[in-house]
């Protein structure tokens, strides 16, 4: 095995709210082999750790690096957290690759994750720095060899509040010491400075420090332990400051001082006060006491005629009014948070005199929809996983202001009270509105950030007045480009605008929780994920990497070139075997000659994967398709029987009988045990194991078994909203509600994984089959749907495929086939090759799907005369036809016989390896069941079952009984 250096970074970026500071910061443990259990615990050394902030004007960069060392004998994997200032943006990484540090570079997260992985499960070298929305900031490090040592480099910006800037800093003695430095430049006045040991960091005049004249420096340096922070105090600033970022662009500070009528008590007392309480899961742990003292003091100053209260999530929004600031604060107080957040129930709302909005900013659903009642709009949250860009810019353009609710609201009461207004515009000397980023300004005070034009002034409008300046000489900084793009992103969030928002979070280096920093070693690590090196990748291996990119290339065109003519070849040998006739009668014979009936389900051997039988040559084309067969052409009394968690009944024939089964839960039983109290200890158990997608999943399946479908609904939407949520969840939670019948809201989140995970098939798949069910519900835009989804599964049959998912393909072309009849007859067209038409239909299909990579199950199917479809034999006497085996994660795999001859049809999954890296917890195996598949007669059963991580061998999936026809 090779072992190198592989990092795991996860930052979870620190929201704008004072939180509890960590014990250690940064803290630092390891494991075993990548082994995350307590038994395989180790010690490992923090070896050296440095930090170093530079200040410009208002805001500052910081750089941590840390160095780690094992001394023991094991290969180690380390787990280092750090707790990041409020407010930062993570804005580059690096790790080391023989004597440099490596730039990472920008990728979308799942793809990055599914690199990352497969690296780590063959002990191999990738490093992956993600951010997240829960705060602090997380790297997993593996492996680290048993007397080597790893280097990390993280970057930040972060704007300095009106309070200043804390960095807390808690750690064990580095054997080799620990440094700071903090410079700073573009300052009236040095502010104060505390250094984590405890001293008064003395500034130092240097001249020329960062370029500028002003420019300051304090050091500070030791091998003892710390216990402090990096305090700075509140800065001082001249009204304009100018850098220039390295992409050459120039950007501007800007602060000045508000007229006094702008800050004198709003005069504008009484009218109506609108309260936008957002309710959704992501607000359930938010501190809802020091929001309802703040309300307190804003009404009392404002004093409102009428307050309204608008309580909303993705279930919709209720409006209540309320006479008092009290009784506003009991109607709040009985809020139940639960769901998705969204906007959708209240984004044309009418006028009012002031709205204030309590939300963390951070939609999931319902994301195409804008937020923008008639009323000026100031946003608070207390949320340490608030998206403070998305909120500064919402209220920024409702005439507001945004507000992080720390343990001291004066501040914030302060400025509600007075209705500061906020920064309108940011113009150049031609009247073009420029990108800007508001930053927290002291009372009377206002400041922004904002791209500068290359020449002339710029023009910031504050309420209804102009206030022009002039930019004067840049200094090189890319702090202020980073705040601005990540305004800029808060509008970048719709799928048509995926493109955009990767180029400019690549332009600026902004890490989101959609794009993660890579870092590979080698050249062919780089070529095998095809991603791109950074820009100071050693020269050396970054002409290695150019050749082999460039052989790539061309052997990459010369494979698209025989794609098609690959998956047509493959396409007739299916074909020409779903035209054979066979012999029942035959089977049992065959299934002997072969070796015997099936043995016992619980003695079945486990052996090794064979590789599958050679195809036969491919015939000649194909006839045209033949017709469906009538509805009267199937068999009647068939049925399913599920064994799993049941979760849909597709389809308009009504004979299925499910064997019930559910996972084995202890707040499951106690819902069982007294359902008219569900809500009462639905809440007990979501403080105990609300913190995965399962509890959701499973509790919401409750609810529709007792015929409460509406709020399964709103149930598996919190899912959505968990820190741990990803572009998985987004496919976990589609699922759900396809079967609960919210086909808008599950194609949405088809839509977005796809967009998240273009390099891999199975979104694009999955969203195809979604856009078909909703053309079967709503004939009116059928045409459109059915027209897509076509095109889809012919782009993941015939586009490139990496090998991990042969098979799909045919997968695809048998759905596709299955819609082009109904395309044809809405007038529409089919996007298919002639060669690539012709419908299978069936009287038994079964398809799996898994949720996580890295997960091996095999389809099993025991026949009725004992002869099994399997991996090793997919072809069968009577017809049987297994797809190819897909080892490698996600599925799907299928089975299907045109003409089943009846008895019973056992499906079962073999696991072989379940996944341990998925933060959703336990992968979940969706089958579904087809009867007459191709047919009017088409009716389909769905059922989820757990793979748990250790667990191997057989699960019984259901059993398809197909009688004696009448």
Known sequence: MRYAASFVLSLLVAGPVVAQEPVANPSLTATAGGIRDAAHGRDIALHRFDVAMRLHGAVAEGTVTAEFANDGHEVLEGDFRFTLPQDAIVTGYALDVGDQLVDGVLVDQPRAKAVYEAQVRRGVDPGLAEVAADGGFRTRVFPILPGGRRTIRLRFTVPIGVEGLRLPLRLAAPRAGWGMTVTADG?????????????????????????????????????????????????????TIASRHRSGERFVQLTGALPPAMTAPDAAQGGTLRIYWDRSRSRLADRHEAEFALLRRTVAAIRPQRIEIVTFASDGATRQTAATPEAAIELLRGVRYRGATSFAAVAGDGAADRCLLFSNGRVTIDRASTFAPRCRVDAITTSPAADMGWLRHLAAGLGGQAHALGEDGDRVAAALATAVPGIVAVMDGDGRRLPFATIPAAAGRWRVVAQAPALGRVTVRVGGIDITRTVEEATPFDGDAALVATDLLATLGANDQRAEFVATSRRYGVASPSLSFIVLETPNDYLTADIAPPANYPAERLAVYLDGRKAMDGARADAQRERLREVTAAWTTQVAWWRQRFDPAAAAKTARRRGGPVPPTVAVPVAAPAPAAPPAPPPPPPPPPPAPLPAGAAAEGRDIVVSGARVSSWGSAPAVTIGAWQPDRDYLRAFDAAPARFDERFAEAERQAGGVPAFYLDTAEWLRRHDRTADAVQTVLSALDLPSANATTLGIVADRLERYGAIDRAIELRERQATLEPDRPQPRRLLALALAARAALRPVNARGDLTRAVALLREVAVGPLDQRWAGIDLIALMEANALVPRLKRLGGT?????????????????????????????????EPGGERAIYSHPRTAIGGHLSNDMTAGYGPEEYFVRR???????????????????????????????????????????????????????????????????
């Open 187 to 239: 300052m009236a006045t040095a502010p104060t400075l505390l250094m984590p040991d405890g001293q008064t960091g003395r500034w130092q005049d240097d001249g020329q420090n960062n370029g500028q004249r002003d420019g300051q420096s304090a050091t500070a340096s030791g091998k003892a332990a710390l216990n402090g922070a990096i305090v700075i105090g509140p800065v001082t600033t001249p009204d």
């Open 830 to 862: 089919s996007p298919l090759d002639p060669a690539l038409t012709a419908l299978l239909d069936t009287d038994v299909r079964v398809v799996v799907d898994w949720t996580t990579d890295a997960t091996d199950l095999d389809l099993w199917v025991d």
């Open 900 to 966: 089943a001859p009846m008895g019973d049809y056992v499906v079962r999954a073999n696991v072989y390896a379940a996944d341990r890296l998925d933060p959703n917890g336990l992968s979940l195996l969706t089958a579904h069941l087809f009867r007459d598949f191709g047919r009017p007669t088409q009716r389909v059963e769905a059922v989820d079952i757990e793979l748990r991580r250790d667990e191997r061998g057989e699960k019984l999936i259901g059993r398809i009984a197909m009688p004696r026809p009448k």
